[in-house]
Each structure stands twice: as C-alpha cells, then as structure tokens.
C-alpha cells in the first residue's frame, strides 16, 4: 500500500469523489490532521529530524561570526 497526498482543484472534487466511492475496494480516504495545520508538516519534520542527527553526530557545519 503507498500513502500520497492529492490536491484536487475545487471544481473537479466532486468528480474526483465519485470516482473514489466508484473504486472504494482499493482506495481509503483519510484526513491528517498534521497537514490541515500545516501542509508542509513531514517535509518540515523530516528537516528537523535531519539538523538534530547532524548535530548530535558532529557532522553540521558551524559558522563563525
């Protein structure tokens, strides 16, 4: 199974809805709560989680002033 996000145009929902209920058996609609808060939400935290591994392993590279 693979997860994705969809952005579907206002005017087009509605088709797109029907097609899914017309194909329920292999599609599950869920909402994030994450990304109604924030649509960058797991592009942020995977960023995040990248500057934190970098610093607790010493590989960031520090600046000067």
């Known amino acids: 199974m693979h997860t994705i996000s969809v952005q579907i145009q206002d005017n087009y929902l509605q ?10 058996e292999s599609i ?3 909402k994030d709560k994450n990304l ?3 649509p960058y939400f797991y592009e942020r935290k995977k960023e995040l989680e990248q500057v934190i591994e970098e610093c607790e392993n010493g590989t960031m590279e ?3 002033i």
């Open 15 to 24: 088709k797109f809805m029907n097609y899914v209920n017309n194909h329920s």
């Open 28 to 30: 599950t609609i869920t």
């Open 36 to 38: 109604e808060y924030d």
């Open 62 to 64: 520090m600046l000067e």
